[in-house]
C-alpha cells in the first residue's frame, strides 16, 4: 500500500507543477499584454496560401541547416566552455575550499530566504546551457567528486540529498524553481535570433527567474509560519 500511496502522490504532484506552468504563463502573458506589450487593438486575419506539393528535399534541408544544426551549434557554443567552467569551479581551489565552494557560501543567505541551498541555487546557475545538469551538478557539489554524477539509483539519489539536509520543503522549492526560471541558453539565444533583439533575451530570463524567487520565499514563508503553529 506504501507503494501505491507513494505512486499517488507523486502523480498529483506532478499534476500540479504542471497546472501552475500553465497557471503562471498565462497570468504572466496577461500581465504583460496589459503592461509592456499593451497596443492598439486590432482584429485578426488569416490568410490561408495556395496549397503546394510538399518538396521532401527543400524541407530536409532547411530543417537540418535552419533548424537542427543551428540549434546543435548553440548548444556546442555554450556547452563547451561552460563545461570547463564546472570543471574549473569543482576542482581548482583557493586555500582549503575550491572556488565552487565559495560560489555556494556567497549565495546561501539568497538561497535560505528560498528555502534551498547555496549548492542547489550554483547549480541552477550553472546548469543555464542545459536543465539537465542541474540535479549532476548539486550531487557533485554535495560528494566533492569534481565530475558530473548520474546516478540512476533513485535511493542512492535520495540517500545523498537527505544526508546534505533536503526535507520537503527543499523539494518543493526545487520543482517551483525548475518550473519558475530562466530558459537554457540555447532557447535564450533562439528567442535573440527570431527577435532580433537582445532585450526580448533579457525579459525571458529575467521575468520567470524573479516570479520563481518570489515564489519560493513565499512557499518558504507559509512554511515557516505552518511550522510555528502546529
Not at 514563508?221 to 503553529?229: C, Q
Request: with cysteine; charged share 10%.
Amino acid at each position: 500500500m506504501y507503494g501505491i500511496n507513494s505512486s499517488i502522490v507523486s502523480t498529483l504532484v506532478v499534476i500540479l507543477v504542471i497546472v501552475l506552468g500553465i497557471f503562471f504563463s498565462l497570468l504572466i502573458s496577461k500581465l504583460l499584454s496589459k503592461t509592456i506589450l499593451k497596443g492598439i487593438p486590432s482584429s485578426f486575419i488569416l490568410e490561408l496560401p495556395p496549397y503546394r506539393k510538399p518538396q521532401f528535399g527543400k524541407i530536409f534541408v532547411r530543417s537540418i541547416f535552419d533548424r537542427t544544426l543551428f540549434v546543435l551549434g548553440r548548444a556546442v557554443l555554450i556547452a563547451a566552455p561552460t563545461g570547463l567552467i564546472i570543471w574549473l569551479f569543482a576542482n581548482v581551489f583557493i586555500g582549503d575550499f575550491s572556488i565552487l565552494q565559495y560560489v555556494a557560501n556567497f549565495l546561501d543567505p539568497l538561497a535560505k530566504l528560498m528555502g534551498l541551498d547555496g549548492y542547489i541555487l550554483t547549480a541552477f546557475i550553472l546548469g543555464l546551457p542545459a536543465n539537465e545538469i542541474v540535479l549532476p551538478i548539486i550531487l557533485m557539489s554535495y560528494t566533492s567528486s569534481g565530475v558530473l554524477l548520474d546516478l540512476e539509483e533513485i535511493s542512492s539519489i535520495g540517500s545523498i540529498l537527505i544526508q546534505n539536509g533536503w526535507s520537503i520543503l527543499t523539494a518543493i522549492n526545487v520543482m517551483l524553481f525548475t518550473l519558475l526560471h530562466f530558459p537554457c541558453s540555447t532557447t535564450l539565444l533562439t528567442i535573440r535570433k527570431e527577435t532580433g533583439s537582445t532585450k526580448w533575451m533579457i525579459m525571458a530570463f529575467v521575468i520567470p527567474t524573479i516570479c520563481g524567487i518570489l515564489l519560493c520565499m513565499f512557499t518558504t514563508l507559509i512554511w515557516n509560519i505552518f511550522t510555528v503553529f502546529v
